[in-house]
């Protein structure tokens, strides 16, 4: 595949971020709730008026910005408002997703989810005053989150232009209902879910050289990373791909996904490929 | 004990930093070398002429100094000429640290240590443009070992500050050879280096739903991650605590460490006590 994309590497990445994100829930756990983070104004920052948390993802992305960060297709800005122009040499990343599909960016409704549902799921109560740490570590989160979710769209290009055909049926899908029904497999959404609640219990396990601990505890509930899953990165990675403007990509035509002329069973083949590659599972591994 | 720390909290501190510290070179070996991350004036940065990571924990320093990071004394900043006030309200951090304490600061070693020794040992070849996220993953890898490198003389001072007479002995050591012998305990050193090695295993592993993965591949090399620990972490910690200027305590006397004063076995026990302590190792669960 052209710049060097295969299939396999785009799973691979999928399975590969799940632990990022695992590791950084367990590394925000670290820290209590510290509330002041999130609180408006509570520090005295000139011509700010935002939260300790909003005003250092805004910094470091414009730190990043300099750096390159953003001129990769995976990466997706918070504050895109706020970024700078890139003071290195040009590099070549592969330009993978249509303007369309690069120009999409859920990050609000994902700083929602992470702030408002997922943050109080998992942090203990308490203010240890480790401020700014607890500020770096929410970046790590909020930036493994986006960069997952977003690339539910990126897999779907990839898929676009490997099998235009068997992949135009989703694309004439102007009905987003229909399409996120598509997009949905009770079968490998459950592995998936299962699969990152092994991760959790791996990597949020007490290491001891001796292995007879009394109860078993795990730094972040598994079931927590589960239901993140479950309840936001599954819905929000389909959302993504929904969202994703194809009409013009020269595969105009009538969505054929609710009617009658497309048979159950091709509808749920479709639907079980395109999850096992959204969702970075290959049923031929795991059955 | 004051300040809410108690030789439990500290030794608890120090494993779970141990995972901290895996995490983040997991994290960082996701990307190859990207060599040019390293190299001096790469970018065309105004009125900056060091190379991108040196820029990026500059930057990164100096925003988390303006929301109080270094007010805590468990940071040590890389580039303490670059920070700015704290524009936090004041928050009581413990100052469990003497002065002269506090104010040793050996990241100028650790960072030499990080980039021409570990990183070589594990990044894998290759240049894939993402300079921002592997320099972001660098300060995370250099701010996660300079904690837990640091974090000996703050033993230390913990363990004076509980029992200034049995821990005389240490601080009456003005020679620095028979301090660093007296901080050198094989059988705890060993423990630490398999449970560091365990834990890459456990953290670096491919979780998969089935387990019967062919052969299994970490990550990160556990005997990286041990080796780190044995010619480094180790050592710097010791060496941390051998330069904590003591002799202005109030316990001046001679050293007696190194004479036939002091029986061989009380040296042993000392020994092991203070390694039991600074490296996070309770004899009675392992053995």
Request: hydrophobic residues 35%; proline residues 5%.
């Amino acid at each position: 595949m052209a710049d060097g994309l295969t299939l396999e590497s785009v799973r691979e990445s999928l399975i590969r971020q799940e632990d990022t994100i695992v590791f950084s829930l367990i590394e925000r756990s670290k820290y209590p709730m510290n509330s002041p983070v999130y609180v408006k104004g509570f520090a005295d920052i000139p011509r700010f008026t935002g939260s300790l948390v909003e005003y250092v993802v805004r910094k470091t992305e414009a730190v990043h910005s300099t750096v390159g960060r953003y001129e990769s297709q995976e990466e997706h800005p918070f504050f895109p408002d706020n970024l700078l122009p890139s003071l290195l040499p040009p590099y070549y990343h592969p330009k993978v997703l249509h303007p369309a599909g690069d120009a999409i960016n859920i990050n609000t409704t994902i700083w929602d989810m992470y702030f408002n549902q997922l943050l109080p799921l998992f942090a203990t109560e308490g203010d240890d005053g480790n401020y700014a740490q607890t500020a770096a570590c929410d970046l790590e989160c909020l930036q493994a989150l986006s960069r997952r979710i977003h690339y539910g769209k990126y897999v779907a290009e990839v898929k676009f232009k490997e099998s235009p055909d068997g992949y135009g049926t989703l694309i004439r899908a102007q009905d987003r209902d229909a399409l996120m029904k598509l997009l949905t497999c009770e079968a490998i959404e459950e592995m998936v879910k299962r699969r990152v609640e092994k991760k959790a219990m791996a990597f949020g396990q007490e290491v001891t050289l001796n292995n007879t601990d009394k109860e078993v505890k795990y730094k972040v509930d598994p079931f927590v990373v589960s239901r993140l899953y479950v309840e936001w990165v599954m819905p929000l990675t389909k959302l993504g791909i929904a969202n994703t403007p194809l009409q013009d990509r020269g595969a105009v035509g009538d969505s054929d996904l609710g009617s009658d002329s497309m048979k159950l069973q091709t509808r749920n083949q479709l639907s079980k490929d395109v999850n096992e590659l959204i969702f970075g599972v290959d049923m031929m591994d795991t059955e």
